[in-house]
């Protein structure tokens, strides 16, 4: 009898100190679900020519920005100017966000799904651009997964490729 209690006090004083550990562990994942992340958009994507030939090498360009909050005092004109940059939007695109990973992805005209092509990083000022050979007729898209703080964004154009 004694045994059955020493086991179970035992395992009792086990689960609660599991629970001790786990619970700074929930409250870190629960900082970080809560976390706020800038706003991003891929600026000025571009698939260079279109539409290309079959087996050339077509280029493809863009930007990663990040969004800045505007003051409220700024909005107003609905257009933007050096002195109004944000027109009537809440966000003015005047960062960019260098050295990030853009993911490059490809579907063909009659595909469904997506095939990965590259992964290329942006520059200093979130610039990023690469040449890529076309075979067929099909959507190109470029996408940022995200990062620390960083809000996810993608964008994509469709190329015409002929014989």
Not at 46 to 58: C, E, G, L, S, Y
């Amino acid at each position: 009898m004694l045994r059955r209690i020493a086991t179970v006090l035992a395992a009792a004083t086990l689960s609660v100190s599991a629970l001790a550990v786990a619970a700074p562990a929930q409250a870190a994942s629960a900082k970080v679900a809560n976390q706020t992340y800038t706003e991003t958009r891929i600026a000025g994507f571009h698939a260079d020519p279109n539409p290309a030939r079959k087996f050339q090498r077509i280029s493809l360009s863009g930007q990663l920005q990040v969004g800045e909050d505007c003051n409220p005092h700024e909005r107003g004109t609905g257009f933007a100017t050096r002195h109004n940059p944000c027109g009537d939007s809440r966000t003015q695109w005047a960062g960019s966000a260098g050295w990030q990973k853009i993911v490059v992805l490809f579907r063909a005209g009659d595909r469904s799904k997506w095939e990965f092509v590259d992964t290329i990083q942006t520059g200093r000022d979130g610039r990023f651009s690469t040449e890529v050979p076309v075979y067929t007729s099909g959507t190109w898209r470029v996408v940022f997964e995200g990062a620390r703080g960083l809000a996810p964004s993608e964008d994509s154009d469709w190329v015409k490729v002929f014989r």
